[in-house]
């Protein structure tokens, strides 16, 4: 469980907020971008382009497991979007879970044969 830098309170990844201190959690910028981005997807949870910039946020954020979460709906509607796979494939290698991510860097390359990134990733 995170805890707040300022009274040491623990909070968890969802709260921008401490609610003990009221200390902003995490930067203005990344904050802002996850607000933004929950903000368009309260008025319309089908825009694909706000969940997959709540998924990048989190990715700053180093909310992992929220980003994770955010960028297999992306996949799940728009299965032929490469970065959206790409992007998984990196969160995947970082939390260990390396046949995922190797999965992921696959799909990239039959949907963009020459996407380097994926090709580099995939070759080490
Ligand atoms: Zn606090």
Redesign the pocket.
Known sequence: MPK?S??G?EVTEEMSF?P??N?SLRSDAITSMIEDARRALNMNPNDLAARYNLALAYKLAGMTELAVNELVRVSEAQPDFADVHYELGVLYLKTGRVEEAKGCFRRVLELEPEHPRARKALEG
């Open positions: 707040c300022s009274c309170a401490c003990s201190c200390a």
